[in-house]
């Protein structure tokens, strides 16, 4: 937010140019398509989401006062079709499993109570992963685990993580894209980052 | 501050939320602790693996149908 700057993406964009597109859509497919299934929750809907959002993004461009950056705006926008795209589906299917009732605003512990002490200091800490070669940490498999662990978590959770963890959004526009305060997004952010790190620890040990 | 106590403000931490005096009582237990120090890293390293998620390539299909969708766009302008 703030001052008008200028941005060579959104010129690109405007003169027409298909190679900047397509690699803003390199760069941001993943995430977008990912925050997209945040929502629906079903793969071909969540496509067709990404796709309304750039052509709602493009057909738009000539009013886009660059307050933001690009990034910033194309994703709201996607946040917006999604939304609007599960309201639609939900009155379609009786029951809506996607926002199920969750503890993502809990701030109950979110380390098991039995790896402490009674006076609250480790008894059983996390194993270390030192000894394990970089390569392995952040090679294909582990991903692949994490992308799992991701997907588990409940809808207000992974949100907030793909948004800031994934995408690489600042804390204060995650919160603003999502319409929910800085408090609110820190304590799901957490709870999400554990529930991420504890499948990390089970599947390196 | 207890290392029960310490993990749920790691967060806080990361995103720079907490006080300053906060702040130098959890980097003071961290200073002196093998297993926070152990798990404030691993959060470091979670982050680091799901920044690289963002990095997968687009399938073909789907890369080809929003570049038909960006071509019809440019040609009603």
Not at chain 1, 16 to 31: I, P
Request: proline share 3%; net charge neutral.
């Amino acid at each position: 937010m703030g001052e008008p700057r200028f941005d060579s993406d959104l010129e690109a964009l405007r003169a027409g140019d298909e190679a900047a597109f397509q690699s803003l859509v390199q760069r941001y497919h993943t995430s977008m398509f990912k925050l997209a299934m945040t929502y629906v929750g079903d793969r071909g809907v969540a496509e067709d989401v990404v796709q309304e959002s750039w052509l709602t993004c493009l057909r738009s461009l000539d009013r886009f006062e660059g307050r933001s950056s690009l990034k910033t705006w194309l994703f709201g926008i996607l946040v917006n079709v999604a939304r609007a795209r599960r309201r639609k589906e939900s009155r379609i299917l009786p029951f809506s499993s996607f926002w199920r009732r969750d503890d993502s605003d809990s701030r109950r512990p979110t380390v098991d109570g039995s790896r402490f002490g009674s006076d609250g200091m480790w008894s059983v800490g996390p194993h270390s992963w030192d000894n394990i070669p970089e390569s392995n940490v952040l090679g294909a498999e582990t991903l692949q685990h994490v992308k799992s662990a991701i997907d588990a978590l409940p809808a207000k959770q992974r949100e907030v993580i793909l948004l800031r963890d994934v995408a690489g959004f600042e804390a204060t526009e995650v919160s603003s894209l999502l319409g929910i305060s800085p408090a609110n997004e820190r304590v799901r952010l957490h709870r999400a980052r554990a529930a991420v790190r504890q499948a990390l620890e089970e599947y390196l040990r | 501050m207890t290392c029960r106590q310490v993990v749920e403000l790691m967060t806080d931490y990361l995103e720079g939320a907490l006080s300053a005096v906060d702040r130098a009582r959890f980097e003071q237990h961290i200073a002196g602790c093998d297993g926070c120090t152990a798990y404030l890293a691993q959060l470091r390293m979670a982050r680091k693996i799901m920044g690289k998620l963002a990095d997968e390539p687009v399938p073909a299909g789907v890369e080809k149908e929003l570049l038909e969708a960006f071509r019809s766009w440019r040609s009603t302008r």
